[in-house]
């Protein structure tokens, strides 16, 4: 079955979006993933379960940041704090 009959559309149409056109519209990606067997993801070049933005960073997060930052000295009398302020036997 040709791709023009699958989504409902002249095969004129269907020929301009694969030839000259570099964008098509977007209520006709659904239609030409089902009928390529793919997922949107895949049809766009998009992979949606990768590494998200999940907004700013926490204090917390931005002074370990820094910390990593200072000589390696530095870096242990931190660790040793905090190892004492938590109680932590992970050293």
Do not use: C, H
Not at 9 to 28: G, I
Request: proline share 7%; charged share 35%; no cysteine.
């Amino acid at each position: 079955m040709k791709l023009a009959e699958m989504i409902g559309k002249p095969q004129r149409t269907v020929s301009d979006y694969e030839r000259a056109a570099e964008t098509f519209p977007a209520a006709l990606a659904a239609p030409i993933a089902r009928a390529l067997g793919v997922s949107l993801e895949e049809l766009l070049g998009v992979d949606l379960k990768g590494p998200r933005r999940r907004g700013p960073k926490s204090k917390i997060e931005r002074q370990f940041e820094r910390v990593q930052k200072l000589p390696k000295q530095r870096q242990k009398f931190i660790g040793k704090l905090l190892d004492e302020l938590l109680g932590d036997d992970l050293a």
